[in-house]
């Protein structure tokens, strides 16, 4: 009971944090084990939690051995079923053999596990060198294994209520075979490799990777599915552009880059908040954030001061690496919430305290139970408002600076046809 309630609170926060969790390639998921699962790791802990959710099955996966020094870590990863990885610079690596046993039951069971091949989390924007464990643990099974390669593409992954794009390739067949055998492992791990490479949205640094997705939104990838793939699509045409014709490659990202600086310089991220916003199409959204506001301030009364201080102690905690960035916020965030609302009830079973005891637990109780659902309207407040925001920004430039906006607009569309070239080979 007590690992369901771990389990039940750890990914609630995961959708929390990610509301936004888009999956493309849902229907090859094999709808029964065994499954390995190899994906990439940009995000730490979260990672696999992500992954099972996406999924939608009860994914296990592999986590290094330091976990289960600390009760609190131990609890929270055996709760979905991790086993430890011994590392040469931590521990004894003889006791991955037994490891490797516990995967193989599993397996053996028709469980799923997830690996992270790469073999740890990173900042990278391009696929690390893969290790050759999730090889060895699928050839020595026993039984037939499914392989199945995601991709993760976090929109800001340190960020506080971004989004997440689940990109499933195609499942590859494993039968059993001798993890020792060098040459079978290898093999295994270069198909591996290369079926991550179709999931896993690639690029030399991070400017151009964010530029990827942004292109691949202005040529008409609405949704964050055909963003992500198209932005993939762009990616691979982006490397042979660069081979065969760097200097084409650089003026089109020099158009990107200008195309940005101009959208920065009146204020609008989106620019199809500029072409499309209608004055009238604002007033129903408008009105319901008028409607949450009260109760949107009564949680930032309550809570708004430990919540802005959550990412700066995060980002003093994770010592600058953005991978595990977002782990620490979610585990600082409950935390230093939780004690927020905890002392907010104490406060109010104080103050009702000299009507009587029964008048003091129903104080507590109710500012525990507004003090969520508060801050909770808080957060959809500051959510809409900044879309709004945006949308209203654009109605603006439209309104008084109409002939910047069409500039916007046509360079846009430029833009667009210059991508649609690109990806056509053209």
Known sequence: MFASAIRAWALCLVRVFFPTRAVGGATRVPAAGPVVVVANHPNGLLDPLVLRLALGRPVAFLAKSTFWDNLFFRQCVEAFGALPVYRA????????????GKAHELLRGGGWL????????????????????????????????????VGLCFDSKAVFRSGVTVAVGVPLRVEPGDPDDRAAVQALTRRMGEALGEVVLQAEDAAVWR???AVAAWS?????????????????????????????????????????????????????????????????????????????????????VPYRLVRPAAARIAGGAVDVMGTVKLLLGFSVLGLTYAAWAGLAA??????????????????LTLGPLAGW???????????RRD?????????????????????RRELAMRVEAALAGG
């Open 350 to 367: 104080f103050l009702a305290a000299p009507t009587g005891l029964a008048a003091a637990v129903l104080a507590a109780l109710g500012s």
């Open 220 to 304: 008409g990838a609405a949704d964050p599915v055909s963003r992500e793939a198209r932005a993939r699509a762009l990616a691979a045409r982006w490397r042979s552009l660069l081979a065969d014709d760097p200097a084409a490659a650089e003026s089109v990202a020099a158009d990107v880059r200008s195309f940005a600086r101009a959208l920065r310089e009146v204020g609008v991220a989106d620019p199809f908040a500029v072409e499309a916003a209608e004055p009238v199409s604002q007033v129903g959204p408008l009105l319901g954030l008028g409607l949450l506001a009260p109760v949107a301030l009564v949680g930032a009364v309550m809570a708004w």
């Open 391 to 411: 949308a209203l920004r654009g109605i603006g430039v439209r309104l008084f600076s109409p002939q910047v906006a069409l500039a916007l607009a046509d360079r």
């Open 89 to 100: 610079h931590e521990a004894d690596t003889t006791q991955n053999e037994r490891t490797f």
């Open 211 to 213: 530029g990827l997705l």
């Open 377 to 387: 309207a808080a957060l959809l407040y500051a959510e809409r408002l900044a879309l």
């Open 114 to 149: 997830a690996l992270f091949p790469e073999g740890k989390s990173h900042d990278a924007t391009t696929l690390q060198p893969l290790k050759t464990g999730a090889a060895r643990i699928a050839l020595g099974a026993g039984v037939p294994i499914t392989v199945l390669p």
